[in-house]
């Protein structure tokens, strides 16, 4: 999937600035399926617009510069669904805490069990906010989404929560020196 797709996908549930489309795609309900800078949106949305399939309007604010609002047209409706037919690329999972725990025998027990307890917090709070996505989205599809988003952290804190011990007695112990301090 590419950031044309996305701010079509987008633009399909309704009008958007350039800046809301990036929002939606790193911190909203389009985050999970892809990261759009706004080096990319912005050239994406001008193309789009050059082949018709949105278009634009901007709107005066008082105290404020103007905004650019963005519509899908009927051909971009229809593109969006026929990219939909496409075959589909692999999902892109990077995961900083990953990289933590692939190191945790050069770092302190104590460290690992912190960072172990934050990551079970972090996914508490995404449970909480698919939760809120669930009560904000009726959709069929956005259910369906969501319950599998929902699955897959559980599944993640609970192999946290079962396997802590292992990676945790990978550790160095707190009494010894890390390697950042020799």
């Known amino acids: 999937m590419n950031v044309r797709t996305i701010c079509l996908a987008i633009l399909y549930d309704g009008e958007a600035t350039g800046y809301e489309i990036r929002k939606l795609s790193v911190e909203g309900e389009y985050s999970y399926f892809i990261d759009a800078s706004y080096g990319s949106i912005y050239p994406a949305l001008a193309k789009l617009e050059a082949e018709k399939l949105v278009t634009s309007r901007v709107e005066h604010q008082d105290g404020k510069p103007a905004k650019k609002i963005y519509s899908i047209t009927a051909a971009g409706r229809a593109a969006f ?4 037919f496409d075959e589909l690329g692999e999902d892109e999972f990077r995961s900083e805490f990953l990289l933590f725990a692939r190191f945790a025998s050069e770092l302190p027990a104590s460290l690992v069990e912190t960072r172990l307890n934050e990551r079970i917090e972090q996914i508490n709070v995404m449970l909480a906010d698919f ?13 369906w ?19 802590r011990g292992e990676l945790i007695a ?8 890390s390697a950042a301090a020799e």
């Open 131 to 143: 939760d809120k996505l669930s009560e904000d989205h009726p959709h069929p599809g956005d259910t």
């Open 170 to 177: 990978l550790a160095r112990p707190d009494s010894g020196s």
């Open 145 to 163: 989404v969501i319950d599998y988003g929902r699955t897959c952290m559980v599944a993640a804190r609970d192999y946290i929560q079962a396997h």
């Open 81 to 84: 669904i026929n990219s939909l």
